[in-house]
Structures are given as C-alpha cells and as structure tokens.
C-alpha cells in the first residue's frame, strides 16, 4: 500500500473527507527531497493553486503527522522542517550543529538505549521522534568549511 492510499484509508477510517487541498499538500511533500519548511511547501503548493492558505497547509500538515505520514523536527534554528515518511517509515535524525545537515539513521542503531531506558529508568522512548545533535562527517573533520546547508 502506498502513504497515499495508506494516509487515505486513515482518513476514511476516521471520518474526514480527503479534499482537493489534502491530496495537493501531500503530491507536493512526494516531489520534495528531504526535509521542508511550512513556508517552503506552501510556496510549492501555492504555485500550483492559489485556493489553499498556509493555515491550510499547516492543519493538513499536522493530519498527515497524526496519520505518520509525515514527521518533523526543529533542527534549533526556530524553523520546524517536515519530511515525507513514505514506505520507508520513521527513522532517527542526525542533525549537524555546525552546518544543520540532517541525516536520516535506521531506528535500530537506538534500540540499545531505548532498551537501557525501559530497564533502568522504566521509560520507554519513541525513537521515531528521536533527534539527536552533534557534527556531521564533514565537519567533524573539518572539510565543510563551516558553510550553513539546507535541511
């Protein structure tokens, strides 16, 4: 089953209609790479119609969230960046504090502090939320030249 048809059968499930501006909304998110702003997607969306606001855009942002279509993270600059899920599913985040690269890891490279979490502290983690903060290769070593990339 593919997000589209899985996010449309959740709608169904529950009740909502899938409108014109939902379906444009997430066709834009699959012709996207990685990760976007709120502002960025509805450049996007407005470009192809002028009938959805950006209010639209964050609602049908926060269904396609609760639906795990979408995820999202704050990279600490104060602009939340959403990214498609798709079939591949939730993942780690890996976020340069140098450079604000964000990189996508499998869940599984966490599952052993999620493990010592749930055993020592009784707290179990969601690691499809997971972000974690620290310096990508390239500036770790040094060869970035400190330059900001987008997300």
Known sequence: ???????FKQ???RGFRLTPQREIVLSVMHKMDGFAT????YERVHAVTSSVDISTVYRTLGLL?????VTSLDPGDGQRRYELLGLGGPHLHLICRSCGEVQGAEL???????DHLRGHYGF???LARLSISGLCQACATGHNGGTMTSA
């Open 11 to 13: 709608l169904r499930e």
């Open 1 to 7: 089953m593919s997000c589209e048809e899985n996010f």
């Open 124 to 126: 179990t983690a969601d």
């Open 65 to 69: 969230q609760e639906f795990r279509v």
């Open 38 to 41: 709120a502002d960025e997607i």
């Open 108 to 114: 599984e490279s966490a599952r052993a502090l999620a």
